[in-house]
């Protein structure tokens, strides 16, 4: 199929459907709804939109008992699982499942798995949903599914019980939008395809479809059908239509993949209040979905962005900005920081020392000394990794996963070899922000206290943690504009 280029000025002409008619619907819909809902976050950034909520940097049996405890109808697992390998993804949402199911078992709760992935569309999918689904029906006493099948190769369980799976990478923020099944992401005021995106062409998890019903298609190798996919349309969303729409997801079955056009909340919320009235029908439902779904499902408020003030460590030492994203915007946006030559010191890590023997280790150390120094001095430091990794042509695709995971062990290390206490840390990229989170400043639990620009979350550090009751800020690869990182720091130096 071919895909065209539009002007951003489409969102505007097709943004009709009426906010408070809808936030009534879903109201309305969640009355006497009371799933919980567990949000695996295959990196640290699906907090983007939510406030007041815990996201858990582990997935043991006592962390996920405490998030079903928890008032909140909501709570995050960090699985950063966009950096695993094939075999530990499988391996960890298998665990993942046995436990939430276990856990929700023993307290009598219902719950709803959604998978929080890129709003690009990368990542370990369909891989992780269906090993969710999969380990869910499987049987804990006899290893069999509700079938009776032992090997679930033979017969599939998901199409048994996850009787539809939603597809919902809309997410304003980072200005990704749905129309006509065709998922886009804005460049300026563009609205390119996303298989026509640098993010279409990641090393790892490269895809060529932009249209949703050929990604799925594309990602399942042909096990589901771009036809067979149930779409959820703009014109139904407008329309109010929730019986229509409840009917259309009613008749999900076998792990259905259901496509939701999207170009405003108002949008999501007509369709979230017709699956809250499929789900209390008795039907079951998976989520892949980017982060608008998880703030209109778990009915997080809007609230400001977070300013200085709430954001102002409690020392007069300078603070850290650790850059580890190579996609083009972030690099965009560390040119334009260098505006600030002068206010800031700018360090470039050397990647490529990765190929020398323990040439990482001499580089991680030369950086710490350097950045201490300033750091006292009450200067803020920029670490960003050199832009090129010249790794050898014949590396396969997981070779260069691995080569990225030791380049980033070693970066985000950086903050946890620091003696010194820094006055803030923002940290930019996916895998980058999650091992500066759960390795370097060795948190278990935080509390998410909102967003310091749109898409731009902030945890609050646990007691647990390197630097305990600091800010810090998380600062996805993909997402703001040129200038968006500067006036952060510009901000807060």
């Known amino acids: 199929m071919e895909y065209k280029i539009i002007p951003f000025t489409t969102i505007e002409e097709k943004t009709k459907t009426d906010e408070n008619k809808a936030e009534a619907l879903l109201a309305q819909a969640m009355e006497g709804f009371h799933k919980k809902l567990v949000v695996l976050d295959d990196d640290p950034t699906g907090v983007q939109t939510v406030h007041d909520v815990s996201v858990y940097t582990d997935w043991e049996e006592e962390s996920i008992r405490k998030g079903f405890q928890e008032k909140e109808s909501m709570f995050f697992i960090l699985t950063n699982s966009r950096s695993f390998s094939v075999e530990e993804t499988t391996r960890v949402h298998q665990d993942i499942a046995k436990r939430v199911k276990k856990v929700a078992d023993e307290l009598g709760q219902d719950f709803m798995i959604i998978s929080r992935g890129d709003s690009t569309l990368r990542g370990h999918y369909p891989l992780e949903t269906r090993m969710l689904a999969e380990t869910l029906m499987q ?7 509700k079938n009776n099948c032992t090997n679930i190769g033979d017969r599939n369980p998901v199409t048994l019980e996850i009787d539809g799976e939603i597809l919902c990478p809309f997410f304003p923020e980072g200005g990704r939008y749905t129309m006509d099944n065709i998922h886009y992401v804005k460049e300026q005021d563009k609205l390119i395809p996303a298989g026509m995106t640098e993010f279409a062409k990641d090393k790892t998890f490269g895809y060529k479809s932009s249209d949703l019903t050929e990604y799925v298609e594309e990602k399942t190798e042909g096990k589901y059908h771009k036809e067979d996919c149930i779409s959820i349309s703009l014109e139904e969303l407008n329309a109010l239509d929730v019986q229509g729409i409840k009917t259309k997801l009613m008749s999900a079955q076998n792990m259905a993949k259901i496509i939701v056009n999207a170009v405003s909340y108002a949008d999501l919320k007509v369709f979230c209040a017709a699956l809250v009235l499929a789900m209390k029908a008795g039907k079951h439902y998976m989520a892949r979905t980017a982060a608008a779904f998880t703030k209109v499902m778990g009915r997080v408020s809007d609230q400001p962005l977070l300013g200085r003030t709430q954001l102002e460590g409690d020392t007069k030492n300078g603070g850290i900005v650790l850059i580890g994203s190579h996609v083009k915007k972030t690099t965009d946006q560390l040119n334009c920081l260098k505006e600030l030559e002068g206010q800031a010191d700018f360090m470039e890590f050397q990647v490529n020392t990765v190929f020398e023997e323990n040439g990482l280790e001499k580089e991680v150390e030369r950086t710490v000394k350097a950045a201490e120094e300033k750091i006292l001095s009450g200067r803020t430091v920029v670490i960003y990794t050199s832009r090129q990794l010249l790794a050898p042509e014949n590396m396969t695709p997981e070779e260069k996963l691995q080569i990225s995971v030791k380049i980033s062990n070693a970066v985000t290390s950086i903050i946890g070899k620091l003696s010194v206490k820094p006055k803030f840390i923002i940290a930019k990229g996916g895998i980058t922000s999650s091992d ?48 968006t990182l500067k006036e952060i720091v510009e901000e807060l130096i």
């Open 139 to 145: 049987n804990e006493e006899t290893g069999k599914d």
């Open 436 to 483: 500066v989170g759960t390795k370097a400043l060795r948190v278990k639990k935080a509390r998410v206290m909102g967003q310091v620009k749109k898409g731009i979350p902030v945890w609050m550090t646990g007691e647990e943690s390197k630097f305990p009751g600091m800010p810090y800020i998380i600062f996805p690869g993909n997402v703001g504009e040129v200038a």
